[in-house]
Structure formats: C-alpha cells, structure tokens
C-alpha cells in the first residue's frame, strides 16, 4: 500500500483502512452553488442547464459490477477531481480509490480565491496586532490554514469518511498510458485500473518579459490561482497602497473590484478593446467599465507592459507601452492561464491546448479528464471547447464517473455556466457568448444596473447573461438549454 502524505489532520488524511460511503454523503454537484444577488441562484438540484445522464436500459451488468471494484487514480485534488471521486462513491464503486495533489490542501474552491478570500485576508492582515511579524513562519501558516478553511470543499476527516486515499504535496510527473501507472514526484508509483486527469490550469506569467534564469521572484509581483496565490496578494491589499493589475479578464476584473472597495488606487491594464476576455459585447464591458470607473479605478485600455522596475529586490514601478509609469506597491498579473500538462510529456496523449478527450471525455482506453485541463468536442457545437469554470468542472467529474462504472457511454453535454462579482454586481453567463453575431438586452438595462443580454450566433440562440435578473433570465436559460431558435426564442420571450 503506498504511503499518504499528512500535512495535518484537516488538510491531509493518512491512509485509512476502506470504507464504504455513509447514507446520505454529499457530492460536490450537490453542495455547491453559485447564485446571484437577487434571489435564487441558477442551477437547481445540482445540475447545470444541460443534460448528461446516461441510458441505464444499455448497462451491462458483469462490466458495472467488476467496475465497482476497480482501482481508480484521481490525478488534481481539484473540485473536478473530488467530484469524481464523491460521485464514484454515491454510484456504488468500493475498490480503492486514490486522489493525488500537488499542493499540501485538500480539496479548496477556486473561485473565491479573486473575490471574498482577498477581501478576509485583507481585512485579517489590517487587523493584526502592530508587534506581530506577519512573515513568520507561524504566522504564514496561520494565515493559510485559516484561508483554506473559508474555502474548502472537504476536509480531511470527510475524505477519510469516504475511503479515499489522499497524496497530497507530492505531484504526478508522469503516466504511462497503456499501463494506467501514474509516477509521482517522490518516486512513487500508483497502477490503476482507471485514471482521471483533473490537473486543472496554472497562472500564465506576463508575455515578453521573461524572468532571468537563478533569479530570485520579484517582490510584490503576484499571480492569482492558488491558495498561496491569494494569501499572499491579500496580505499587500491596504488602504491607500498603491496596485496594478496586469489583465482586464474575470480574475483581473475581480481582484481589482475587491481592491478599490478596500481602499487602494487601481490600475487596471488590459491589451484588449475591452474588459473581459470572453466576447460578452460592449453593453456588458461597457457596463463593468464603467463600475469601475464609479469607483476610482484607472482604467487603460488597448496597452501593454513594456517593463516593471524593481528596486531593492521589489517592485517599484510598471511602465505602459505608451511610456506611462505607474508607480506600484503591488502588482497582479492576471494575463491568463494555460493547462497543467507538461507531467504528460512522452504519454502519447493529445496536449493541445489542454488534454484532448472524445465527446464522452475519454482520452485513452481507461483514461479520462475532467475540468478546465480536458478538451473535447461539445455535442451542441461540433467544435473542441475547454471550459475553464467551476460548474463545468463538477459537471464533468460526475459524468467521468459514470463513465468508469459503466453507467453510460454517453457524450457530455452540459452548457457552459459561470459567475463573476464586481462590485455589487452579480453577473451570470450561460452558453457561449464568444464570437456571438448579435447582443441584445432583452430585459431592463444596463443603466438600471439589472438586465438580461441574450445573444445569436447564425440561427441559434447561443448565450444568455444576467446582471441582478436571474429569474427574468430563467426562461432564457431554459430556452438556451432546450436548443430553441434565436427567432423562436425572441419572438416568444423578447418584451
């Protein structure tokens, strides 16, 4: 039996002997929800608005009792990997099950890392005693095992309740395909039956300015994607300091919103003609815009960052490609993201641009992926898509399970969801709105701060995003879902 790692009793569990799940254990499709401001939230009972069940009337028995048993390698302690570990228990499997993650926390929640996280540890850092050294290493750890509480999916004890092996803290660095044997960091090696890839994405550092080789980090120059990440950006966000966020999508736009609500003077520098990065039109960008705006921050669009000045082994300054220089405490780099699959190198897989999986989200004989790694051909467009938010990742995690069991062979098919919060601002976005051939506010308006924009691609209503409206959105979203017509969808829900 190969060790498990045990970085503490809530982050980490040491092997356990095997446990059947108890009646009534959670999945995280179940747990987690992502509503709006204005009332409920988008997704009932778990599901996303699209469907992916399988048909029961094809199981073969014989596979689906043998599959029960199987071994099962969950590389990414991801809220991909959980949910397809909790979702394989829920639906019967009992062999072993092991969910491997390279960093020292069990499974956490991504998405707050940009929004209500930065605003505690902020907050926690504002309040702590003058005499404290906030660089200690017993207040480092502090800080992040209070973090990880405030965003944690499972804890240990959770995941030992569900007879799942973790090891945490040692990455995978390899995968032999056709043997199913996953190689870790610490020299180790795991054989399954089944493997699932949920390695996720990594922060992407700022193009062009590489840093020099056996050169220390610049202080004060952060990224945004892990739990570290946040803590350690948090911990410079005070009032009056001075940050530049490098990046005008979802996680740039968010962080710069909790930094000018605390205080700070903004900078936000985006390369783009807009805000946001996912073709959501000019009434939404111009609206987010203009939030930002209301609240002191300097907005530069269409510039880039021809060089940061440090001094003393710091930050100092960010000068634009225009020859403006902005002095900074702090800078974000928030200029995207690329797949975590350099560990794949020599498998043999498909790693363009994530890992590239059939519509079932097989990617080989006995090896699946799931979340914001897989890439895969969606049903409802005939084109590889790769999503990269929480939903999606859950949703997949869930449909890789019932892959394993048998419980179907069917493609995945769940449409796109996510959420962002700037400011007081909720917005919610379903479908595809990228490379949309129209954008229509189809209920109230961006100047009262709650509206509903719908989009067309060709024929095909192919998006829907609410501001503050998610009920005026619901029959959108159900017509989006249900795969109506742009004209079918207008002329029986347009006002």
């Known amino acids: 039996m190969p060790r498990t790692s045990d970085p503490g009793r809530e982050r980490g569990v040491s092997t356990p002997a095997h446990r059947a799940p108890q009646d009534g254990t959670t999945t995280a499709a179940a747990s987690h929800r992502e509503g709006g401001r204005d009332g409920d939230g988008p997704r009932e009972n778990g599901r996303s608005d699209g469907r992916h069940g399988g048909d029961l009337r094809s199981v ?108 945490l803290g040692s990455p995978a660095v390899g ?27 990594a922060a992407c550092g700022l193009p062009g300015t590489p840093q020099r080789p056996g050169t220390p980090p610049l202080r004060g120059v952060h990224r945004l994607r892990t739990l570290e990440d946040a803590v350690e950006l948090g911990a410079q966000l005070r009032q009056g300091a001075r940050l530049v966020v490098v990046g005008g999508g979802l996680v740039g736009s968010e962080a710069a919103a909790v930094a000018a609500t605390l205080g700070m003077q903004v900078h936000l520098v985006h390369r783009g003609e807009q805000l946001l990065g996912h073709g959501l039109g000019a009434s939404v960008t111009d609206f987010v815009r203009r939030l930002h705006l209301e609240h002191g921050v300097d907005v530069r669009l269409r510039t880039a960052v021809a060089n940061i000045e440090a001094h003393a082994g710091g930050v100092r300054a960010v000068v634009l490609s225009d020859g403006t220089r902005l002095p900074a405490d702090a800078v974000l780099m928030a200029v ?10 020599g498998s043999g897989l498909d790693l363009s641009d994530g890992v590239s999986c059939d519509a ?67 917005l919610q976005v379903h479908g595809w709105p990228q490379g949309h051939d129209e954008a229509e506010v189809v209920h109230g308006s961006p100047e009262e701060r709650r509206f509903v924009v719908a989009y067309r691609q060709g024929p095909r209503l192919t998006a829907v995003l609410a501001v503050r409206s998610v009920k005026a959105a619901r029959p959108w979203r159900a017509a989006l879902a249900d795969g109506a017509s742009w004209h079918q969808a207008y002329g029986e829900l347009a006002a």
């Open 336 to 345: 995207g993201s690329r797949p975590v699959v350099d560990w794949l190198s």
């Open 175 to 201: 995968l032999e395909v056709a043997a199913r044997r996953v190689h870790l960091a610490d020299g180790e090696h795991l054989d399954a039956d089944h493997v699932v890839i949920a390695t996720g994405v």
């Open 360 to 426: 079932t989200l097989s990617a080989a004989e006995g090896v699946y992926a799931a979340g914001d790694v897989c890439r895969w051909p969606h049903p409802r467009t005939g084109r590889p898509a790769r999503v990269e938010h929480r939903a999606n990742a859950t949703e997949q995690g869930i449909h890789v399970a019932g892959r394993i069991l048998g419980l179907h062979a069917d493609p995945f098919a769940a449409l796109p969801y996510y959420w962002s919060e700037q400011y007081a601002a909720s």
């Open 60 to 167: 073969d028995s014989s596979a689906c009792s043998e599959a029960t048993q199987s071994r099962v390698v969950v590389v990414g302690a991801s809220a991909a990997g959980l949910s397809t570990v909790e979702a394989l228990r829920q639906q019967g499997h009992r062999g072993p099950v092991t969910l491997v993650g390279a960093e020292p926390w069990a499974p956490y929640d991504r998405p707050p890392l940009s929004k209500h996280l930065l605003t505690l540890v902020a907050t926690a850092q504002g309040a702590r005693h003058p005499g404290t050294d906030a660089d200690s290493p017993s207040a480092r750890t502090k800080s992040l095992d209070g973090a990880w509480k405030q965003v944690r999916l499972r804890s240990g004890e959770e995941l030992t309740e569900l007879g799942v092996q973790v090891r």
